[in-house]
């Protein structure tokens, strides 16, 4: 028996106190998309999927969760290299108000985007007045949504992987005369990329499942701001079958989606 084998801690039969809780939680996650396989109309499905509506709806999610994912890296992957690399005055501070989206309601988000990017905001005034652009109730509204509410996410797994990143390369990187861009471009981007990987797919699974934000600072037009969440909801209302056609389509792309990308940037570590 080789030192490996033997190093390896003997795997023994788990306690039930661990198991049972263990199985219920599963069951609990499980069992209600069991209930939309079960109740599913397989009979229409075809020809509910293919209606003009709900592919307008998820091609809206599947671009503008990608845009706010895209625009998440721009400004989260900074932001968390200055949290997590930097020491400045209030950076605690800072650290507790980028994770403010995670805890609040996403409809609050919603209002308080509205209240400032708003035509009558503290910043949307200005936007409407100098460059005629008003956001609300507009595709770009979606992607703002979606990026106030899914970069927290991408902002917390970068910083860890900075942090749990060996600086010892950084470092002989600097001292042979590596300037800062260079350092971060060619030696700690490749270092954390897999946590810059798993971030930006929690952040697109976020984006793409934004429902709060998204109604009360988007509004709900069809084929313009209307996602496949909010379709969901409106279909609920009047076709629950549609609803449910609509939810595993949702579905379906999230998990391929989040698997592939798994597989390749997370295991990657």
Do not use: H
């Amino acid at each position: 028996m080789s030192a490996a084998t033997s190093s390896r801690p003997r795997r023994g039969r788990a306690p039930w106190i661990l198991v049972v809780p263990a199985v219920a939680g599963v069951l609990f996650l499980v069992l209600p998309f069991a209930g939309l396989l079960v109740r599913a109309p397989w009979a229409t499905m075809g020809e509910r999927v293919t209606d003009p509506a709900v592919l307008s709806a998820l091609w809206l999610s599947l671009s503008t969760a990608t845009v706010a994912t895209v625009v998440s890296l721009l400004l989260g992957v900074p932001l968390a290299w200055l949290l997590a690399r930097t020491e400045f005055p209030g950076r605690r501070f800072v650290r507790a108000l980028v994770t403010v989206p995670l805890v609040i309601p996403p409809v609050v988000g919603g209002v308080a985007l509205l209240l400032v990017l708003g035509r009558n905001g503290l910043v949307g005034r200005y936007l409407d007045d100098w460059f005629g652009l008003t956001l609300p109730f507009t595709s770009a509204a979606v992607v703002v949504a979606q990026v106030f509410v899914a970069m927290p996410f991408l902002v917390i797994s970068v910083e860890g992987a900075l942090r749990g990143a060996d600086r010892r390369y950084e470092e002989a990187a600097a001292t042979l005369g590596a300037d800062r861009v260079t350092v971060f471009t060619r030696v700690t981007l490749p270092m954390v990329l897999p946590g810059i990987g798993a971030g930006a797919v929690l952040c697109w699974a976020r984006a793409l499942g934004e429902f709060g934000a998204t109604i009360t600072f988007a509004g709900n037009f069809p084929g313009t701001t209307q996602t496949m969440p909010l379709a969901v909801y409106m279909a609920m209302q009047r076709d629950p079958e549609a609803a449910i056609v609509l939810s595993l389509v949702l579905l379906l792309v999230s998990l391929v989606v989040l698997a592939t990308l798994r597989e390749r940037w997370v295991n990657a570590s």
